[in-house]
T-cell receptor, first 113, second 112 residues
């Protein structure tokens, strides 16, 4: 039972354009959502997060949107840069008062120069 | 420098030979966790610890053990490794459960 889903395994975008990465979840008890970026041979690094009480959080070129009714979140990267090429994982936590993290399967973003 | 350190980074071993992957963090974090990453499955949580001597199962705990005797260390133990435990493993830590985690650089285990 995949509680956090990233349905697009890969995405290619031209440099300077917008990248939109999507994530869906099934458990309405999740109260905190995070995005991580992962380069080859390195561990994931935290990118941006959003609490369930908000619908948008922005940090520089990165914006995360949360649509609770649709159980959907998205990460927007504007403008995309070649250095953004990586695997992006969304994650959720807080369900049932536990401190378990549930990760999606990841989306590989390739930004073309 | 704030970091999570895992050792070894790479290991090839045989079925049934007990092994331990160490994890240490220097940020005085209370929460630590282990994950495995497999193609098409993303990151799956194996075990986590909310404090010294407090551990709990994640989504895929079978075949693994952990211990948290000190705040900074959280070793992952495979008592009798099997080929289906061949994977890329990550240790992570954070100050509070639910907050963004700091990850180590990973340990690639191959069990023949």
């Amino acid at each position: 039972d995949q509680q956090v889903k990233q349905n697009s395994p890969s995405l290619s975008v031209q440099e300077g354009r917008i990248s939109i990465l999507n994530c869906d979840y099934t458990n309405s008890m999740f109260d905190y959502f995070l995005w991580y970026k992962k380069y080859p041979a390195e561990g994931p690094t935290f990118l941006i997060s959003i609490s369930s009480i908000k619908d948008k959080n922005e940090d520089g070129r990165f914006t995360v949107f949360l649509n609770k009714s649709a159980k959907h979140l998205s990460l927007h990267i504007v403008p995309s840069q070649p250095g953004d090429s990586a695997v992006y994982f969304c994650a959720a936590s807080g369900a049932s008062g536990t401190y378990k993290y549930i990760f999606g399967t990841g989306t590989r973003l390739k930004v073309l120069a | 420098e704030a970091q999570v350190t895992q050792n070894p980074r790479y290991l090839i071993t045989v079925t049934g030979k007990k092994l331990t992957v160490t994890c240490s963090q220097n940020m005085n974090h209370e929460y630590m966790s282990w994950y495995r990453q497999d193609p098409g499955l993303g990151l799956r949580q194996i075990y986590y610890s909310m404090n010294v001597e407090v551990t709990d199962k994640g989504d895929v705990p079978e075949g693994y053990k952990v211990s948290r005797k000190e705040k900074r260390n959280f070793p992952l133990i495979l008592e009798s490794p099997s080929p289906n435990q061949t994977s890329l493993y990550f240790c992570a830590s954070t100050s509070t459960g639910g907050e963004p985690q700091h990850f180590g650089d990973g340990t690639r285990l191959s069990i023949l």
